[in-house]
């Protein structure tokens, strides 16, 4: 579709879209046009937002001041500019509520598998047959797959249907994600992929939660290996930028189709039929939920030279003290080794040998 094609489709679009040339807008459709004039700045708009560390390629999610009240927007580079677009109106309850429920009828009779599971596992130990250990290795990895689809049923609902509040508390960031990091180390090198951190030399902190932004850590390292084929890199860094904290996934893999790449972080875009490496699809957009919550913004892009480069920024603001009320939470993990659990769908099933890991 040629461009004047699309901006003419985009023409009748309920939700306002409008192209700019980075500066000023160039063009807007019926439903920006009650905000934004031609011609007008988009300083005011961005500024404290995340679009300077853009690089211009693959798709920035930015939440935007938009006629009194905040807007989400995909941003994408055309011939003539960047196009901004809206998030088309939606009713989340329907879709986000089958998974919430899904994920709670799964809840019983996966805990009641794995408490056979763990009678059976002790029963074929004392066997101490090479095959019998492979085939219980595999059956675990399977109830930890499980686990992982539940938690991402779980917090993928709540996120989508705007029901998940945030638990926030001084958290140390930069201890957080060093602990991920040394927690998948070990487990990407036994899976053949190299993997580089780059933390930081100092504390940062933010008011956070700080289970949430390990999900949408988890999630962007589980996307890596899942896309990147063994001897490949895999690599999780960090960076301060003024008052937010950037941290960023890249990888040496496949990269993002470019048919999905301007929807991926959409609550119910397309995904490729076919490969099982998609999951859910709740991923992404999940990982887009949390850094809106947390005052930041989700960026993708493919590498020039091939993979994928993932990144999500959490504000560094300081928030006001407020009282908060613990919620009651589902513990998807149920005690089990986070990097385990969150990797599950990738790692070999020699790496869950319930002599070792149950």
Known sequence: MEE???????????QPVF???GETVQWRNAAASAVLDPGASLQPMLQGTAFGLWSRRGTLRLSLPFG????????????????????AP???????????KASAILRRPLQNVMTAARELFDRV???????????????????YQLLRLCGQLTTGGELLAGTCKPERHRVDLTALLDGIADDVAPLLERAGRRFVYRGLPAAVTADADAQLVERA???????????????????LSLERREQSLLIRVTDTGEGFPESVLGTLFDRYSLIPVGDPR??????????????????????????????????FTLSLVRRPAAVRTAQQRFDYLSGYRHALVELSDSLSASLYDPATVS
């Open 19 to 21: 192209l700019t040339d």
């Open 68 to 87: 009194g009240a905040l807007c989400d927007f995909s941003v994408r580079v055309m011939q003539r500019g960047l196009l901004f677009l809206a998030d």
């Open 278 to 311: 998609w999951g859910t699809g709740y991923g992404l957009p999940m990982v887009r939920e949390i850094a809106r919550l947390h005052g930041g913004t989700l960026m993708a892009a493919n590498v020039p030279t091939g993979g994928a480069d993932v990144m």
């Open 125 to 143: 130990e004392d066997l101490e047959e090479p095959a019998a250990t492979a085939v219980s290795s595999e059956l675990n990895r399977g109830l």
């Open 217 to 235: 850590v988890y999630n962007l390292l589980s996307n890596a290996l899942a896309f990147t084929p063994a001897g490949g890199e895999i690599c």
């Open 4 to 14: 004047d094609d699309l901006l003419w489709v985009l023409g009748a679009f309920p």
């Open 90 to 100: 939606h009713e989340p309850s329907a879709a986000a509520g089958a998974a919430l």
